[in-house]
């Protein structure tokens, strides 16, 4: 028997929250072509620009010619190659950890720790912004599963004290994906010592972004010795794809055994790791990269605010307008694209109801030029609206 989809099809249409992908005709860059048409691109998580890099794309081409293009199997049976090694350790040394772990997703790297470390007997304490896959480990690992009020280090104390769970793990981003806000590291890990809890951070949004390095929000807060726990994506700053777990040799051997994401997946291609090797050493070096970001964040929330538009307070690359109802963030993201720019609107269930927004990202690849065509069309959509 087939299910009967259309319902649930129809009422998604209804709620104005049908998805597509659009099909990109070009690379991921400053510029993104979509059904002929070039546009700025305000859309990606590429901020650093390396996506694209000459060395980057060099390095894997290279790479897949010597490693060829599948790992053929899963890290454990025979697909852990040299690269995927080399680069375990580069990220570790980068990250000042002992060990470092590859996953094939970010997603897969978050419901892989989650799972392998808490089951029922646990707790799991996560920001009510946490990512989506955050909040699917929480859940999927059958710890008792709490939320807290966004940033406020004294709503998951109290909810810590209460709590005689067995391990107690709190999860949030470095910064989170929809806001572009950072959490508040050195609050946090004062109240999980307290608690006895163990703090894991999702820095997908912060590697290679923050800190004059590019080492992510617990450099950039100075708690990197606080934090028994960084998952690390690859596929925003560092311009490939894929994820690591970094932390002590005793949480990666225990990840390595029981993390079932990792266990049962084939390993990325060699040539990704070996990209990411170029990539990772070209975030940490060329900090003119993260200053480049720096100065278009600054002109665009200048600007913006002088525009009267409501910016969420995030100093990182991620700068949300907030706009309201998902019909406003829609036709405005519209408007923009009828002037040659490309800037996501995200409506819930991603975003709290009534908070829609359009997701503007910040990247190196952009010019100053390239923000203030983004103002001036912001500006028009003002005066008419
Ligand atoms: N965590 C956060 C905060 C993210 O924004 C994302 C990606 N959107 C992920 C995890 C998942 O990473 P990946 O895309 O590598 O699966």
């Known amino acids: 028997m087939t299910f009967d989809l259309s319902a649930d099809l129809e009422e998604r249409h209804r709620q104005h929250r049908y998805r597509q992908p659009q099909i990109m005709e070009s690379p991921c860059g400053r510029h993104a072509v979509v059904n002929g048409q070039r546009y700025l691109n305000f859309c990606s998580n590429d901020y650093l620009g390396l996506a694209n890099d000459p060395e980057v ?9 010597e490693w060829g293009v599948g790992s053929g199997a899963s890290h454990l049976v025979c697909g852990h190659q040299r690269p995927h090694q080399d680069l375990e350790e580069a990220l570790a040394a980068h990250t000042g950890r002992e060990r470092a772990l590859l996953f094939s997703t970010g ?49 998951l104390n109290r909810l810590l004290q209460r709590s005689e769970a067995r391990r107690k793990l709190v999860v949030v981003d470095g910064v989170f994906s929809m806001d572009g806000d950072e959490a508040p590291l050195a609050a946090l890990a004062d109240v999980c010592e307290h608690n006895g809890a163990c703090l894991m951070v999702d820095d997908a949004h912060g590697l290679g972004v923050l800190d004059e390095k590019g080492r992510g929000s617990l450099f950039a807060q100075g708690v990197n010795e606080r934090t028994q726990i960084l998952m690390g994506t690859l596929g925003k700053g560092l311009g490939t794809g894929g994820a690591f777990v970094a932390g002590s040799a005793e949480l990666i051997e225990t990840l390595i055994q029981f ?37 278009l964040i600054a002109r665009f929330r200048d600007g913006a605010r002088q525009l009267g538009l409501t910016l969420m307070g995030s100093t990182t690359p991620i700068q949300p307008i907030l706009v309201g109802s998902d019909e406003q963030a829609l036709a405005l993201s519209q408007a923009l694209r009828e002037q040659g720019l490309l800037v996501t609107a995200i409506r819930p269930p991603t975003v709290p109801e009534g908070q829609a927004r359009l997701r503007v990202t910040l990247s190196a690849a952009h010019d100053t030029a390239d923000v203030d065509a983004l103002l001036a069309a912001l500006s028009q959509y003002q005066e008419t609206d």
Request: hydrophobic share 50%; proline share 1%.
């Open 107 to 155: 997603y897969m790297a978050n419901l892989g720790v989650m799972t392998a470390l808490l089951g029922k007997a646990d707790a799991v304490f996560e920001d009510r912004l946490n990512h989506a896959s955050l909040l699917d480990g929480g859940l999927l690992s059958g710890a008792r599963f709490r939320r807290f009020a966004h940033n406020d280090a004294d709503a």
């Open 259 to 295: 993390a079932r994401t990792y266990i049962y997946t084939t390993a990325m291609p060699a040539a990704v790791a070996a990209a990411t090797q170029v990539s990772l050493a070209k975030a940490r070096r060329e900090s003119h990269r993260r200053e480049k970001l720096a100065t």
């Open 57 to 65: 794309i060099a390095a894997f081409q290279n790479a897949a010619g």
